[in-house]
């Protein structure tokens, strides 16, 4: 083996380290959804726009009353190469559901053609809200 060749495998190995990090960081940098303006949404049109804004008008008192927030999203699939346990968290982080300081927030995510639903609570509701009960 000659020098050169031994200078040339930590160079390969850098340059396939490197690479790596930068493909888990493109997959890390998925387009989110944008933050949405009620407190029930469907994007996926199941639920008939009279019942959305009666479902809307009751997550809106829940919030005045005890100003712990829930946001429901329905969604026709789930567009991300990440699993729902990752993905959720990170748009629910995104989101900024609940009161700043409080974290109070839940966000209830329906994915319909994945047949998927996911629960993200905010640290502030955990004791109340458990794993286990949701």
Request: proline content about 5%.
């Amino acid at each position: 083996m000659s020098i050169t060749s031994r200078c040339l495998r930590p160079r390969q190995c850098a340059a396939l380290l490197l690479s790596l990090l930068i493909a888990s960081f493109v997959a890390r940098a998925e387009e989110l959804p944008p933050a949405p303006k009620g407190y029930f949404n469907d994007y996926a049109g199941v639920i008939s726009e009279a019942k959305q804004h009666e479902l809307n008008e009751r997550l809106a008192k829940f919030d005045k009353d005890t100003i712990n927030q829930v946001v429901v999203a329905i969604f026709p699939k789930m567009d991300s190469t990440l699993s729902p346990d990752e993905y959720t968290p990170r748009v629910a982080n995104s989101w900024g559901v609940g009161r700043r300081g409080k974290n109070n927030g839940v966000t209830l995510f329906i994915f319909i053609r994945d047949r998927t639903m996911r629960i993200q609570v905010g640290y502030g509701l955990t004791s109340v809200l458990t794993d286990a009960l949701s």
